[in-house]
Each structure stands twice: as structure tokens, then as C-alpha cells.
């Protein structure tokens, strides 16, 4: 059947309509400051008119200007922390969920706040004593100093907890019955059973290093292991800002991300909708 | 073999005991139900043979070795269970057969004894699908198989058919029955349902509040029911109880009623008792007492009729068609051989 537009539902429609071109208003602006000349990017703001957001040149210099300075070189240590922390973060968070789910053991609620609080935790509160130690362990400038802080992921691991705490007792029942062990139970029955819940964790992870920018400023602060987060930085130094580079950064910085979420969105919200029942 | 021995069985969680030594000897190829109200342990007892659950005290021994301490894996039972715990991620083929390739049997040999359970259960066609492509019963018929190819020496059942329809569960109720007949695996099978237990058991344990009240074959229970519980769990519909006192042979009911008894030992006592009737013992007779009826239930083969003595409800099932309504008042009157007699303080049964 056919749905007749009513004059109600179309007010509705166009509401609806300008609140998604609010949310997508900045990221449009990006997009195209990042395809202006340097000049023009805030030539056309005031007084507001049509040039502020039609462009009326449109140009690649900023961004073969970005890949051929150092930034190709940050992106990639951005992907390989993020990538490195995803699977690295995996196979601590679900193991340790699913014993926190599914295991009973001395401590577990114990275990189980204190992961809690650890991230209601600001980053920032810990990021200097944590420096020490890293400093200690000799780890500054390296990618081991920019992937070990965010392998134990709290949120991720909640998230997985409650995934796995919806998959019925029977079947682990059935599974010991079967002949299997805690770990075959884990790697047999629950994994594979979790997968939107696993993408959800990896995502959660992947945008904490991918977005980490007071840490990484820490303890990776040179030319070769800066991150692309730092890198868009220093596109604004005390004497030069250019904001055609910090826009065309800008623009990569969001995309990547945004692919991989597209990507991957289906299994994200139905995780974090139905964390529950499951039959 | 097969045999399974619990003995003096107690568990607990913290200060709460809930069961209170229980000691039942199962026979090698013996299909033993355990019945009884919810909350009775029969499921728990169930787990603790199972290693699902610890066990406080006692032992539980499968095929002569004490399991007491022994992981779920490492006793030789299979287990199905209520919500049929099929691995929705695996084909029906790789649930049956899973439990063999952790076992480390080769590839071929678990394809041939999957292939072997599928025909008995018929389930061949279904081999490639997945759980959610099948129905209830057929689910049921998945988990009984990925009991089965295993040999174990033991089946353990919890509550298999309660998640299926009324006829679905007849049905499968005579397959497991048949399957056991054909394989002959001990087999200990909870339910709370008495028609599954008269139907299927070779011998039947029933519970009450982590007690076994009686432990017989399915005739022995009907006919020579322990006490009150057993008599009035026993039996569709059950039955009549019917306090009053008995003097010299003679039982008058509470409200006057005069009931004949057999003559025997057992009715020469005296004092307070409770007389059961099951509700095929009565039948129509114009020199009994008089009830009045409540309500009456055609089912066509046989009319069941709830009618009151007194104070008391008592049901009747009669062969006649009966044309009377709410209201009227029939005779009737029991077989006297066929009485019970249970002792109103103990509510144990009155050997005779």
C-alpha cells in the first residue's frame, strides 16, 4: 500500500529534513573548505550569502599539499595504532567478559566495578602518571607507548559482558555436557554467536585511538611516530595557521572512520539495541 | 554398565537445604522418571547427576565410578535439555556431531554416526539446515540425536516436551519411548507432568519438597499409592479424598455419609482417616449415598462429574451418558475394594 502524503506528514518530512542538514552542515563546510583555496575559505563568511557555501572555485591544491608532507606518515601510524588496538583489545576484552559474564568467581563483582569506574574516568586525569610509567617502561616514541593504554577498553568490555550474558545458560550447559571446556565454550559457542557485538567493540576501540590526541602528544611526540590527530594539530603553529591543510586533514580524519562505520553500521545498532534476548 | 546410584543426595545453597538425602538405585537400561510439583529438586537432581550442579553431600555414581568430583564432560551422560540448547550457529549436522570431533573421532566416523541418528530420528533430510529452519518437534528430535550419537552411558532429559503443543508432545512422548526400547540406554527423565511419567517409566520417583515420596512402577504408584501425596499427584483426574472416621469397619464422613469398606485388617481400625476413591470406582447405584452435582464434563467416550458430598468435591468418571444438570442429586456409591485408606495425621497409608 501506497502512503498518502498529508499536509501533516509533509511538515513533518521537512522538519525532519532540516534537522539532517543541521547535522550534516559542518561536515559539509569541511568538505568544501577543504576543496577551496586558502583565500577563499573565509572570504565569503560575512556578509552571509550564496559564495559562503557554493563554492565558487574548487581546487585539490590543499590536499596534494597534505599528502605530500609528513601527514601520509601519521595517517598511516594512526591506522596501525588503531588497527593494533583493535585486535590486540579483543582478545583481552571478550575473554575477559565472558569470564565476567559466565564464570563465577571470588572477586568478580569486585573486578567488574572497578572496570566500571575505570571509565568514568576522564582519560586526562590519568594520562600524566601514566606517562611516568610508560617513561619507565622506556616506551616513549613508540607504538607499543601508543597501543598498551587503550587494549584494556572498559566500555568495550561492558558492552560484551551484556552481550554474552543474554546468550542462554543452556547452551553453555549443553556445551559442557558436549565435552567442552571454558575455552572451547568461548571460542565455539560464544564468539560466534557475538559478532555485532565484537564489531561494536572493535568500533569503541578503533575511534578511541583513532580520536586519542592528549596522549598521543605525550608520549609520541616525534616527526615519525606522531599520529594524524597531532599532525592536523601542528597545522596551526604560533606563527602560521593553515587552515587549507587543517581542513583537507580535517576531511581525512573524518572519512576513514565514517567508511568503516558505514560499513559496519548494521551490526552496530543492532548491538547496541538489542544487547538482550536472543534465542 | 549404564548403571546410575545415587546415594543420600543432599543439596544445599548456603543455609537452605533443598534436597534432603535422596537415594534412588537405577538400573542398567532402566528408564527412571523423576516427577513432582515445581520446586520439588527433581531438576536438580537432574543437574547434579548431569555435573551442572555440585553436589553437598552424598554420592552419585554413573556405570559403578563415583562422578562426585568428575566435570559434565568427563562423566559419559548426554543431556537434553527443556529449551533443547541447539547451537543456533551450527547446522543440524554439526549439533549432532560436534560432541564426537571434540572427542578427536575422525571426520568420516562422525559423518557415518550422525548419519546413523538422523534415520533412527528422521532427521536425514533435515542435515543441512539450521535450528531456526525447524520446527519444535523437529528441534526436539535434534537434541535427542546429539544425545544419541555419543553412546553415552547415560540419557538425561529435563523437562524435553514442556516447550511443545499438546499433540506434538503425545507424539513424541511414544519416540522416546520407542528410542529407548530400541537402544536401551539408562535413561533419567524429569518431568512434572504424571501422564508422562505412567506413560514412559519403567519405574517412577516421585518427589515432594526435596523428599522422595515413593519410588515403584507406574501400576504399583496407581494401586498402591504411599500416602495421600503420591495418591492425589497419580492419576488424571485425581483423586477423591474424603475425610471422616472410621469405627469397627464402619466409615462415616464428616458429614454423616455412610461409605462401605471392604472388609480387612486395615478397616478394623479405628479413629480418624482419609478414605480415596479414584474417580472410575464410583458408579451409579440407587442404594448409595447421594451427592449433588456441580457441574458435568461429556468428553463422549466417558462423563466426568463434579459433585459435592457435604462439604467435600468429588469427581466421578462414569461409561454412561448421563442426562442430569447442576443441581440434581444422584446416588452413587465405591467399589469397596478399591478404597484407600490414609491416615488422617500421617496421611500415610493404611496397609491392609
Same mark, same amino acid.
Given at each position: 500500500m501506497r502512503e498518502t502524503i498529508t499536509?501533516?506528514?509533509?511538515?513533518?518530512?521537512?522538519?525532519?529534513?532540516?534537522?539532517?542538514?543541521?547535522?550534516? #552542515?559542518?561536515?559539509?563546510?569541511?568538505?568544501?573548505?577543504?576543496?577551496?583555496?586558502?583565500?577563499? +575559505?573565509?572570504?565569503? @563568511?560575512? %556578509? !552571509?550569502?550564496?559564495?559562503?557555501?557554493?563554492?565558487?572555485?574548487?581546487?585539490?591544491?590543499?590536499?596534494?599539499?597534505?599528502?605530500?608532507?609528513?601527514?601520509?606518515?601519521?595517517?598511516?601510524?594512526?591506522?596501525?595504532?588503531?588497527?593494533?588496538?583493535?585486535?590486540?583489545?579483543?582478545?583481552?576484552?571478550?575473554?575477559?567478559?565472558?569470564? #565476567?559474564?559466565?564464570?563465577?568467581?571470588?572477586?568478580?563483582?569486585?573486578?567488574?566495578?572497578?572496570? +566500571?569506574?575505570?571509565? @568514568?574516568? %576522564? !582519560?586526562?586525569?590519568?594520562?600524566?602518571?601514566?606517562?611516568?610509567?610508560m617513561r619507565g617502561f622506556n616506551l616513549q616514541n613508540s607504538y607499543a607507548g601508543l597501543i598498551l593504554p587503550g587494549i584494556g577498553n572498559g566500555l568495550a568490555i561492558f558492552l560484551l559482558r551484556q552481550f554474552f550474558q543474554g546468550i542462554p545458560k543452556d547452551l553453555r550447559e549443553a556445551a559442557m555436557v558436549d565435552g567442552m571446556g571454558w575455552f572451547q565454550i568461548f571460542w565455539n559457542i560464544y564468539l560466534p554467536l557475538s559478532k555485532p557485538a565484537l564489531i561494536s567493540a572493535a568500533l569503541i576501540m578503533f575511534i578511541f585511538q583513532w580520536q586519542a590526541y592528549l596522549w598521543p602528544l605525550l608520549i609520541a611526540p616525534s616527526n615519525d611516530m606522531k599520529v594524524a590527530a597531532v599532525a592536523l594539530a601542528q597545522f596551526s603553529s604560533a606563527y602560521n595557521v593553515s587552515f587549507g591543510l587543517i581542513f583537507a586533514g580535517a576531511m581525512f580524519l573524518s572519512l576513514i572512520p565514517m567508511l568503516i562505520f558505514v560499513f559496519f553500521q548494521q551490526y552496530f545498532t543492532n548491538s547496541v539495541a538489542a544487547t538482550g534476548s536472543k534465542e | 554398565m549404564g548403571a546410575v546410584t545415587i546415594s543420600n543426595v543432599r543439596k544445599a545453597y548456603g543455609s537452605v537445604e533443598i534436597l534432603h538425602g535422596v537415594s534412588i538405585d537405577i538400573a542398567d537400561g532402566e528408564f527412571v522418571v523423576l516427577v513432582g510439583p515445581s520446586g520439588c529438586g527433581k531438576s536438580t537432581l537432574l543437574r547434579m547427576i548431569a555435573g551442572l550442579e555440585d553436589i553437598t553431600a552424598g554420592e552419585i555414581s554413573i556405570g559403578g565410578r563415583v562422578v562426585n568430583r568428575l566435570a559434565p564432560k568427563d562423566r559419559d551422560i548426554a543431556m537434553v535439555f527443556q529449551s533443547y540448547a541447539l547451537y543456533p550457529h551450527m547446522t543440524v549436522e554439526q549439533n549432532m556431531g560436534f560432541s564426537l570431533k571434540l572427542q578427536g573421532v575422525s571426520a568420516a566416523e562422525v559423518k557415518q554416526r550422525v548419519a546413523g541418528a538422523a534415520t533412527i530420528l528422521g532427521l536425514t533430510s533435515y542435515l543441512g539446515r539450521y535450528p531456526r529452519n525447524l520446527s519444535g518437534g523437529q528441534r526436539q528430535r535434534v537434541a535427542m540425536g546429539r544425545a544419541i550419537v555419543r553412546s553415552p552411558s547415560a540419557f538425561l532429559f529435563d523437562e524435553p516436551l514442556s516447550n511443545l503443543d499438546a499433540k506434538l508432545r503425545v507424539q513424541m512422548r511414544s519416540e522416546i519411548k520407542q528410542l529407548h526400547q530400541r537402544i536401551g540406554t539408562t535413561t533419567v527423565y524429569v518431568t512434572h507432568d504424571q501422564i508422562e511419567a505412567m506413560t514412559m517409566a519403567d519405574r517412577i520417583v516421585v518427589m515432594r519438597d526435596g523428599n522422595i515420596e515413593q519410588i515403584g512402577t507406574p501400576l504399583e504408584l496407581y494401586d498402591q499409592p504411599a500416602n495421600q501425596f503420591v495418591a492425589g499427584f497419580i492419576g488424571s483426574p485425581s483423586m477423591n479424598f474424603i475425610s471422616g472416621t472410621l469405627d469397627g469397619g464402619r466409615f462415616t464422613a464428616d458429614g454423616g455419609t455412610v461409605i462401605a469398606l471392604a472388609s480387612g485388617p486395615a478397616s478394623a481400625a479405628s479413629g480418624p482417616v482419609t478414605i480415596g476413591i479414584r474417580p472410575e470406582h464410583l458408579r451409579l447405584d440407587p442404594a448409595g449415598f447421594p451427592v449433588e452435582i456441580v457441574t458435568t464434563e461429556p468428553t463422549g467416550a466417558e462423563t466426568h462429574i463434579l459433585a459435592r458430598l457435604g462439604e467435600t468435591e468429588i469427581v466421578g468418571t462414569f461409561r454412561d451418558r448421563l442426562a442430569c444438570v447442576p443441581g440434581d442429586i444422584i446416588r452413587i456409591s465405591a467399589e469397596p475394594g478399591h478404597i484407600h485408606l490414609f491416615d488422617s495425621k500421617t496421611a500415610l497409608r493404611i496397609i491392609g
Open positions: 499536509p501533516r506528514r509533509a511538515l513533518q518530512m521537512v522538519v525532519i529534513a532540516a534537522i539532517a542538514l543541521t547535522f550534516l #552542515l559542518p561536515l559539509y563546510w569541511l568538505t568544501i573548505s577543504a576543496l577551496r583555496p586558502e583565500e577563499d +575559505i573565509f572570504r565569503y @563568511l560575512n %556578509p !552571509f550569502g550564496p559564495w559562503t557555501l557554493l563554492p565558487n572555485r574548487l581546487t585539490f591544491e590543499n590536499i596534494t599539499e597534505l599528502w605530500s608532507g609528513s601527514f601520509s606518515r601519521a595517517i598511516a601510524n594512526s591506522l596501525v595504532v588503531a588497527l593494533v588496538t583493535v585486535i590486540a583489545g579483543l582478545m583481552v576484552c571478550a575473554p575477559a567478559a565472558f569470564a #565476567l559474564a559466565v564464570i563465577d568467581f571470588p572477586g568478580r563483582s569486585a573486578i567488574f566495578t572497578a572496570m +566500571i569506574v575505570s571509565f @568514568l574516568i %576522564p !582519560f586526562d586525569a590519568i594520562a600524566v602518571p601514566l606517562y611516568s610509567i | -
